[in-house]
């Protein structure tokens, strides 16, 4: 493997968010120059710098192996969440080192949890940072360099193959330059009607950006401390409802549905079961909570519950009430929302509805066997057989995932933490979620975590975007052939 190359190709990536930070400073500069204008400035160079030595002094390859590939891949997202701490580090406050990792983490992977406890403190600029790195994460940074190194040729294809789950291609037909394309033209479309229609309902133009990118990118990082729940207001939440629905579907499902083509949105079998499982979800929700007697009206009960299991299912995170103060019951509902998640292809993390579908196909599959021995059985999704490969690879992920939530849980508890808020804190690391329960409910945050815990966090937040296997073989990369 060719190191120098690997790096050239990763400082690409680091000019790419070097251009962010530096129209963060844009913005904190059009806000009276506030305190994060010189740190952002500065990180902004620095990494510039960065990135810029190898593209100077590398020579540019023509081809890069998968094994390259690889290692660009991984590499950007592990680089750009170090450099993404610069401006954490240099503006100060709660940023402490560890700190910085976690919120650094947490928006390049969309996952949206917060060490702060006053985020209305942060200035402007250093806002809008927040924001700019959780929507580069949300289409990932490699994906969003394709975009602008277009003299790599060939060369997409490899990284695009690293970057998209095996899932996500499935609903691709096209070359890799024009799924590229896709994905910006769906991505940038999201967050421009989001923030439009958020300018409407009420919220000032930066926060209607803000909290646009934050739920295109299925992140949840807020300009409020309280979320959501800090504006009341029932048009924002439906205006949220939608685009969080919307960013949890395949992305090019959505693209197949808005120019016509026959593979859409209606006819995914996949899209169908999310659909119906965010509409079953919050009204099993809406239910256990008018029963208690916790709302006086079900429409409001449905209000409540709707977006709050669209926004864990999506893996978004936005609250707009105190979830621990819920019933166990409502708990429950949540808590499987945010293992399953969305769909495959969309920014959304966790084990995917895809999978969900495919185990349910697979366990029935079984059932049937043993009734008709001899029978030559097939699953099909879609209407596609499915490759006993792709099926075995569906199980490896599903028995890995909860082998690693349940390490996650066991940490969180040999860290002197409850079991609820180790439990739910490790899922909602795992599936980029965001909020849990205990001490990590969606209206606190997991600045008092231990410094242990945050860096554990961290890495379930890293597995979970990279698709557990994507950051796993980087530890056994020299047995590549």
């Known amino acids: 493997m060719r190191l120098d190359v690997v790096l050239r190709n990763i400082g690409g990536v680091m000019l790419f968010i070097a251009s962010f930070m530096l129209l963060s400073a844009g913005i904190s500069y059009r806000s009276g120059m506030d305190s994060a204008f010189s740190p952002l400035l500065l990180s902004a160079l620095l990494t510039a710098l960065l990135g810029a030595y190898p593209l100077i002094f590398v020579e540019k390859q ?24 610069f401006p954490y580090l240099i503006w100060g406050g709660e940023f402490s080192l560890v700190n910085a990792w976690f919120e650094s983490v947490s928006g390049f992977t969309t996952t949206g949890a917060t060490i702060l406890s006053d985020v209305e403190q942060l200035p402007r600029g250093l806002q809008f940072w927040r924001m700019a790195s959780t929507w580069i994460g949300g289409m990932g940074v490699v994906m969003f360099a394709l975009l602008i190194l277009p003299s790599m040729g060939r060369n997409k294809m490899t990284l695009t193959n690293v970057e ?22 769906v991505y940038v479309g999201l967050t421009a009607v989001a923030t439009l229609s958020l300018r409407a309902a009420g919220m000032t133009w930066f926060d209607a950006l803000c909290h646009a990118m934050s739920a295109s990118a ?14 009341n207001s029932p048009v924002i939440d439906s205006i949220l409802i939608g685009v969080m629905t919307l960013a949890g579907v395949h992305f090019g499902l ?19 079961t999310y659909f119906v499982m965010l509409v079953a979800g919050g009204v099993a929700i809406a239910v256990s909570l008018f029963a208690a007697g916790l709302y006086p009206a079900f429409s409001t009960s449905f209000r409540y519950a709707l977006f709050q299991f669209v926004s864990v299912v999506s893996t978004t995170g936005f609250a707009t009430a105190d979830t621990n103060l819920w019933t166990p019951f ?15 292809g969309s920014t959304a ?3 995917k509805v895809d999978r969900l579908v495919l185990a349910a196909k697979m366990m029935r ?19 596609a057989v499915q490759e006993s490969e792709v099926l075995h690879a569906v199980m490896i992920f599903v028995v890995a995932y909860m082998g690693i939530l349940l390490a996650g849980t066991l940490l969180g508890t040999m860290a002197g933490l409850d079991l609820t808020t180790s439990f739910s804190g490790a899922v909602a690391c795992l599936g980029n979620v965001g909020p849990g329960f205990g001490a990590v409910g969606s209206m606190n945050n997991y600045g008092a975590m231990p ?26 990369i020299k047995w590549w052939k």
């Open 365 to 383: 599959l079984r059932v049937k066997q043993q009734q008709h021995p001899n029978a030559v059985l097939r699953i099909r999704l879609n209407g």
């Open 164 to 185: 998209l789950s095996s899932l996500a291609k499935d609903n691709y037909r096209y070359r890799t330059q024009i799924i590229v394309r896709i994905l910006l033209v």
């Open 349 to 351: 993390g966790g084990m």
């Open 218 to 231: 299925t992140s949840g990082f807020s300009t409020r401390t309280a979320s959501i729940a800090y504006y």
């Open 330 to 344: 409502a708990a429950m509902v949540l808590l499987f929302g945010s293992m399953v998640c969305a769909c495959a």
């Open 254 to 272: 959505i693209y197949a549905t808005v120019t016509g083509k026959r593979n859409n949105v209606f006819r995914s079998e996949v899209a169908r």
């Open 451 to 476: 410094g242990f815990m945050k860096v554990v966090d961290s890495l379930l937040m890293l597995l979970g975007r990279l698709e557990l296997f994507g950051l796993i073989q980087l530890f056994f």
């Open 62 to 85: 023509s081809q890069i192996t998968n094994k390259e590939g690889f290692c660009i891949v991984v590499g950007s997202w592990m680089i750009a969440c170090v450099v993404g701490m």
